[in-house]
Protein backbone atom coordinates (compact mmCIF):
# COMPACT_ATOMS: atom_id res chain seq x y z
CA UNK A 1 0.00 0.00 0.00
CA UNK A 2 2.61 2.34 1.15
CA UNK A 3 5.06 1.21 -1.66
CA UNK A 4 2.09 1.25 -4.30
CA UNK A 5 1.55 5.33 -3.08
CA UNK A 6 4.84 6.02 -2.88
CA UNK A 7 5.81 5.23 -6.72
CA UNK A 8 1.93 6.80 -7.94
CA UNK A 9 3.05 9.80 -6.33
CA UNK A 10 6.54 9.94 -6.97
CA UNK A 11 6.19 9.69 -10.94
CA UNK A 12 3.40 12.16 -10.75
CA UNK A 13 5.55 14.59 -8.87
CA UNK A 14 8.79 13.80 -11.15
CA UNK A 15 6.12 13.93 -14.52
CA UNK A 16 4.26 17.04 -13.70
CA UNK A 17 7.84 18.71 -12.99
CA UNK A 18 9.09 17.85 -16.30
CA UNK A 19 6.27 19.42 -18.44
CA UNK A 20 6.86 22.55 -15.96
CA UNK A 21 10.19 22.75 -17.61
CA UNK A 22 8.78 21.52 -21.13
CA UNK A 23 5.92 23.43 -21.66
CA UNK A 24 5.82 26.96 -23.46
CA UNK A 25 2.64 28.63 -22.00
CA UNK A 26 3.31 29.94 -18.35
CA UNK A 27 0.53 29.33 -17.29
CA UNK A 28 -0.05 25.47 -18.19
CA UNK A 29 3.49 25.70 -16.09
CA UNK A 30 2.14 26.67 -12.96
CA UNK A 31 -0.51 24.68 -13.28
CA UNK A 32 2.01 21.28 -13.81
CA UNK A 33 3.83 23.02 -10.68
CA UNK A 34 0.90 23.44 -8.23
CA UNK A 35 0.13 19.59 -9.40
CA UNK A 36 3.92 18.35 -8.78
CA UNK A 37 3.35 20.31 -5.38
CA UNK A 38 0.26 18.19 -4.68
CA UNK A 39 2.31 15.10 -5.55
CA UNK A 40 5.04 16.13 -3.08
CA UNK A 41 2.76 16.99 -0.64
CA UNK A 42 1.06 13.15 -0.56
CA UNK A 43 4.91 12.01 -0.15
CA UNK A 44 5.36 14.01 3.10
CA UNK A 45 2.28 12.27 4.17
CA UNK A 46 3.80 9.20 3.48
CA UNK A 47 6.65 10.12 5.24
CA UNK A 48 3.71 10.75 8.32
CA UNK A 49 4.64 14.64 8.21
CA UNK A 50 1.36 15.44 8.04
CA UNK A 51 1.77 18.83 9.18
CA UNK A 52 4.31 19.89 6.98
CA UNK A 53 2.28 17.89 4.03
CA UNK A 54 -0.63 19.96 4.66
CA UNK A 55 1.77 23.72 5.61
CA UNK A 56 2.90 22.41 1.84
CA UNK A 57 -0.60 22.58 -0.24
CA UNK A 58 -1.53 25.38 1.78
CA UNK A 59 1.59 27.71 1.52
CA UNK A 60 3.17 27.09 -1.95
CA UNK A 61 0.34 25.11 -4.20
CA UNK A 62 -2.15 27.97 -2.67
CA UNK A 63 -0.52 31.15 -1.70
CA UNK A 64 3.04 30.98 -3.58
CA UNK A 65 1.30 29.91 -7.07
CA UNK A 66 -2.09 31.98 -6.88
CA UNK A 67 0.67 34.95 -6.87
CA UNK A 68 2.30 33.25 -9.47
CA UNK A 69 -0.28 33.35 -11.55
CA UNK A 70 -1.69 36.66 -10.68
CA UNK A 71 2.01 37.85 -11.93
CA UNK A 72 1.61 35.65 -14.78
CA UNK A 73 -1.92 37.93 -15.23
CA UNK A 74 -0.32 41.00 -14.54
CA UNK A 75 2.30 41.00 -16.75
CA UNK A 76 0.29 39.17 -19.72
CA UNK A 77 2.28 36.80 -20.44
CA UNK A 78 1.35 34.99 -23.70
CA UNK A 79 3.23 31.41 -25.30
CA UNK A 80 6.59 31.96 -25.45
CA UNK A 81 7.47 32.41 -28.81
CA UNK A 82 10.31 29.63 -29.96
CA UNK A 83 13.83 30.99 -30.13
CA UNK A 84 16.55 29.04 -32.05
CA UNK A 85 17.84 26.95 -29.24
CA UNK A 86 20.85 28.22 -27.32
CA UNK A 87 23.35 25.09 -27.69
CA UNK A 88 25.52 26.18 -24.80
CA UNK A 89 22.97 26.03 -22.50
CA UNK A 90 21.56 23.06 -23.63
CA UNK A 91 24.62 20.98 -23.85
CA UNK A 92 25.72 22.37 -20.45
CA UNK A 93 22.60 21.68 -18.70
CA UNK A 94 21.93 18.54 -19.97
CA UNK A 95 25.46 17.76 -18.56
CA UNK A 96 25.46 19.39 -15.90
CA UNK A 97 21.93 17.88 -14.64
CA UNK A 98 23.15 14.01 -15.92
CA UNK A 99 26.52 14.42 -13.92
CA UNK A 100 24.37 15.15 -10.97
CA UNK A 101 22.04 12.14 -10.93
CA UNK A 102 24.98 9.66 -11.90
CA UNK A 103 26.99 11.03 -8.41
CA UNK A 104 23.59 10.92 -6.70
CA UNK A 105 22.83 7.20 -7.89
CA UNK A 106 26.46 6.58 -6.71
CA UNK A 107 26.36 8.15 -3.60
CA UNK A 108 23.35 6.22 -2.73
CA UNK A 109 23.98 2.66 -3.82
CA UNK A 110 27.46 3.01 -2.29
CA UNK A 111 26.17 3.06 1.75
CA UNK A 112 24.08 -0.39 2.85
CA UNK A 113 22.22 2.31 5.24
CA UNK A 114 20.40 4.14 2.67
CA UNK A 115 18.86 0.48 1.84
CA UNK A 116 17.07 0.62 5.05
CA UNK A 117 13.53 -0.13 5.55
CA UNK A 118 10.67 2.46 6.87
CA UNK A 119 11.60 1.58 10.66
CA UNK A 120 8.24 1.48 12.67
CA UNK A 121 7.24 4.76 14.61
CA UNK A 122 6.75 3.88 18.69
CA UNK A 123 3.59 5.52 18.62
CA UNK A 124 2.01 6.35 15.07
CA UNK A 125 -1.63 8.25 16.56
CA UNK A 126 0.63 10.64 18.40
CA UNK A 127 -0.86 14.16 17.51
CA UNK A 128 2.42 15.44 14.82
CA UNK A 129 1.27 19.31 15.39
CA UNK A 130 1.24 18.95 19.51
CA UNK A 131 4.97 17.72 18.80
CA UNK A 132 5.93 20.07 16.06
CA UNK A 133 4.84 22.94 18.39
CA UNK A 134 6.84 21.67 21.56
CA UNK A 135 9.80 21.82 18.88
CA UNK A 136 9.49 24.77 17.57
CA UNK A 137 8.38 26.82 20.49
CA UNK A 138 10.62 25.45 22.91
CA UNK A 139 14.14 24.60 21.01
CA UNK A 140 13.42 27.28 18.36
CA UNK A 141 11.63 30.08 19.70
CA UNK A 142 14.69 32.46 18.56
CA UNK A 143 14.91 31.34 14.70
CA UNK A 144 10.85 32.10 14.56
CA UNK A 145 11.23 35.15 16.31
CA UNK A 146 13.74 36.51 13.17
CA UNK A 147 11.83 34.45 10.91
CA UNK A 148 9.09 36.50 11.81
CA UNK A 149 10.81 39.57 11.51
CA UNK A 150 12.16 38.49 8.20
CA UNK A 151 8.18 38.12 6.82
CA UNK A 152 7.71 42.24 7.68
CA UNK A 153 10.92 43.21 6.27
CA UNK A 154 9.83 40.87 3.11
CA UNK A 155 6.31 42.93 3.03
CA UNK A 156 7.64 46.17 3.30
CA UNK A 157 9.93 45.21 0.71
CA UNK A 158 7.45 44.46 -1.50
CA UNK A 159 5.39 47.39 -1.07
CA UNK A 160 8.49 49.70 -1.54
CA UNK A 161 9.87 47.88 -4.85
CA UNK A 162 5.77 48.19 -6.22
CA UNK A 163 5.48 51.70 -6.07
CA UNK A 164 5.57 53.62 -9.47
CA UNK A 165 8.90 55.82 -8.70
CA UNK A 166 11.71 54.73 -6.53
CA UNK A 167 13.65 57.21 -4.74
CA UNK B 1 8.54 -0.60 1.83
CA UNK B 2 9.95 2.10 -0.31
CA UNK B 3 13.62 2.46 1.28
CA UNK B 4 15.71 5.64 2.10
CA UNK B 5 16.83 5.42 -1.32
CA UNK B 6 14.19 5.34 -3.05
CA UNK B 7 12.85 9.25 -1.40
CA UNK B 8 16.87 10.51 -1.85
CA UNK B 9 16.45 9.27 -5.29
CA UNK B 10 12.92 11.31 -6.03
CA UNK B 11 14.38 14.03 -4.25
CA UNK B 12 17.27 14.46 -6.53
CA UNK B 13 15.26 13.82 -9.67
CA UNK B 14 12.95 16.73 -8.66
CA UNK B 15 15.81 18.58 -7.98
CA UNK B 16 17.51 17.84 -11.63
CA UNK B 17 14.50 19.11 -12.90
CA UNK B 18 14.28 21.95 -11.35
CA UNK B 19 18.02 22.65 -12.43
CA UNK B 20 17.61 21.79 -15.63
CA UNK B 21 14.70 24.27 -16.25
CA UNK B 22 17.18 27.19 -14.80
CA UNK B 23 19.42 26.27 -17.17
CA UNK B 24 17.24 25.65 -20.30
CA UNK B 25 14.28 28.00 -20.42
CA UNK B 26 14.52 31.59 -20.94
CA UNK B 27 11.44 33.25 -19.48
CA UNK B 28 11.98 34.61 -15.89
CA UNK B 29 8.84 33.80 -14.46
CA UNK B 30 9.36 29.81 -15.72
CA UNK B 31 13.28 30.26 -14.34
CA UNK B 32 11.62 31.57 -10.75
CA UNK B 33 8.87 28.39 -10.70
CA UNK B 34 12.05 26.24 -11.07
CA UNK B 35 13.98 27.43 -8.49
CA UNK B 36 10.85 27.01 -6.52
CA UNK B 37 10.99 22.83 -7.58
CA UNK B 38 14.49 23.01 -5.96
CA UNK B 39 13.86 24.01 -2.92
CA UNK B 40 10.97 21.89 -2.35
CA UNK B 41 13.13 18.63 -3.32
CA UNK B 42 15.93 19.68 -0.56
CA UNK B 43 12.74 19.76 1.71
CA UNK B 44 12.05 16.14 0.73
CA UNK B 45 15.15 14.52 1.33
CA UNK B 46 14.73 16.57 4.69
CA UNK B 47 11.66 15.00 5.34
CA UNK B 48 12.47 11.66 4.35
CA UNK B 49 15.81 11.33 6.59
CA UNK B 50 13.91 12.97 9.41
CA UNK B 51 11.40 9.88 9.12
CA UNK B 52 14.22 7.11 8.75
CA UNK B 53 16.37 8.40 11.78
CA UNK B 54 14.26 8.03 14.57
CA UNK B 55 15.10 9.37 18.17
CA UNK B 56 13.24 6.95 20.58
CA UNK B 57 10.82 6.41 18.29
CA UNK B 58 9.53 9.52 17.36
CA UNK B 59 10.69 11.40 13.91
CA UNK B 60 13.57 13.48 14.12
CA UNK B 61 11.49 17.25 14.17
CA UNK B 62 14.46 19.12 14.30
CA UNK B 63 14.15 18.33 9.97
CA UNK B 64 10.17 19.27 10.15
CA UNK B 65 11.02 22.55 11.55
CA UNK B 66 14.22 23.24 9.27
CA UNK B 67 11.10 22.40 6.56
CA UNK B 68 8.80 24.67 8.23
CA UNK B 69 11.64 27.57 7.87
CA UNK B 70 12.38 26.73 4.52
CA UNK B 71 9.35 26.99 3.27
CA UNK B 72 8.69 30.53 5.15
CA UNK B 73 11.67 31.78 3.42
CA UNK B 74 10.55 30.73 0.47
CA UNK B 75 7.19 32.47 0.30
CA UNK B 76 9.03 35.87 1.58
CA UNK B 77 11.44 35.18 -1.53
CA UNK B 78 8.56 34.27 -3.65
CA UNK B 79 6.92 37.96 -2.59
CA UNK B 80 10.33 39.80 -3.16
CA UNK B 81 10.87 37.91 -5.97
CA UNK B 82 8.03 38.60 -7.92
CA UNK B 83 7.85 42.07 -7.02
CA UNK B 84 11.65 42.74 -8.62
CA UNK B 85 10.32 40.87 -11.74
CA UNK B 86 7.72 43.45 -12.03
CA UNK B 87 9.16 46.46 -11.69
CA UNK B 88 11.57 44.83 -14.22
CA UNK B 89 8.62 44.48 -16.39
CA UNK B 90 7.99 47.66 -15.78
CA UNK B 91 11.30 49.10 -17.07
CA UNK B 92 12.38 47.04 -19.79
CA UNK B 93 8.31 45.50 -20.99
CA UNK B 94 10.40 41.91 -21.18
CA UNK B 95 10.71 39.23 -19.03
CA UNK B 96 12.82 36.81 -21.57
CA UNK B 97 16.39 36.82 -19.75
CA UNK B 98 18.17 36.83 -23.45
CA UNK B 99 16.77 40.64 -23.79
CA UNK B 100 18.81 41.43 -20.49
CA UNK B 101 22.29 41.53 -21.42
CA UNK B 102 22.99 45.43 -20.33
CA UNK B 103 25.61 43.81 -17.78
CA UNK B 104 27.04 41.01 -20.31
CA UNK B 105 30.81 41.81 -21.01
Redesign the interface.
Known amino acids: M ?2 AA ?2 FF ?1 TL ?2 AF ?2 S ?2 LLRN ?1 IS ?2 MC ?1 VM ?2 IA ?1 AA ?2 I ?4 T ?2 GI ?2 IL ?2 AG ?2 MV ?2 LF ?2 M ?2 D ?1 RT ?1 ES ?1 RL ?1 VG ?2 V ?3 L ?2 SG ?2 TF ?2 KV ?2 SDP ?11 PQ ?1 PDVK ?2 GM ?2 FH ?2 WL ?1 FEV ?1 GA ?2 LV ?2 V ?2 IV ?2 KKS ?1 R | ?10 S ?10 V ?5 I ?2 I ?3 L ?2 ML ?1 AA ?2 SL ?2 F ?3 G ?1 I ?4 N ?2 A ?2 L ?3 I ?10 G ?6 L ?1 RARQT ?2 V ?1 DLDTLKF
Open positions: LTFWAMIGVVVPCALSFLLFTLDAFIIQVYAVLFIILLLERNATGGVVVFILVVTSFAQKLPPLANILITLTFPILLATGVLSL | MPTLANYLIAGLLFAVGLGGMLRRSIVFMSEMSNLVASRYLNGHQYDQIVFFITVAAAEVAVLAIIVSYTHE
